[in-house]
Nanobody, 122 residues
Framework: QVQLVESGGGLVQSGGSLRLSCAAS????????MGWFRQAPGKEREFVAT??????SQNYADPVRHTISRDNAKNTVFLQMNNLEPEDTAVYYC?????????????????WGQGTQVTVSS
């Protein structure tokens, strides 16, 4: 069973950048499609980005400002976020699914981390 731990969140000014990391434990990390989602107060959890196990396919809600990558040798997936806006303020979650497609559906992911807070000030 893969366990996920996010890091890299924090407080950043509007226009700034952050790089989130998600460290996974377990020997089968490379078999999972990995995703990033976020949830703002009072809102539903929403898709941010996903990457298949081979990094061959990626999918984004905002391909201009976000880049997802993974290092299977280090069991880590990353989310680079640029030009952040106050509307990006949310708890960001890392998630894993055995679905081989770069799915954006929240319900497709059955493993979740605890989340990391991102706050963007204006």
């Amino acid at each position: 069973q893969v366990q996920l731990v996010e890091s890299g969140g924090g407080l950043v000014q509007s226009g700034g950048s952050l790089r989130l990391s998600c460290a996974a434990s377990g020997p089968t990390f490379g078999r999972y499609t990995m995703g990033w989602f976020r949830q703002a107060p009072g809102k539903e959890r929403e898709f941010v980005a996903t990457i298949t196990w081979s990094s061959g396919s990626q999918n984004y809600a905002d391909p201009v400002r976000h880049t997802i990558s993974r290092d299977n040798a280090k069991n880590t997936v990353f989310l680079q976020m640029n030009n952040l806006e106050p509307e990006d303020t949310a708890v960001y979650y890392c998630a894993a699914t055995k679905n081989p497609l770069p799915t954006s559906r929240v319900t497709a992911y059955d493993l979740w981390g605890q989340g990391t807070q991102v706050t963007v000030s204006s």
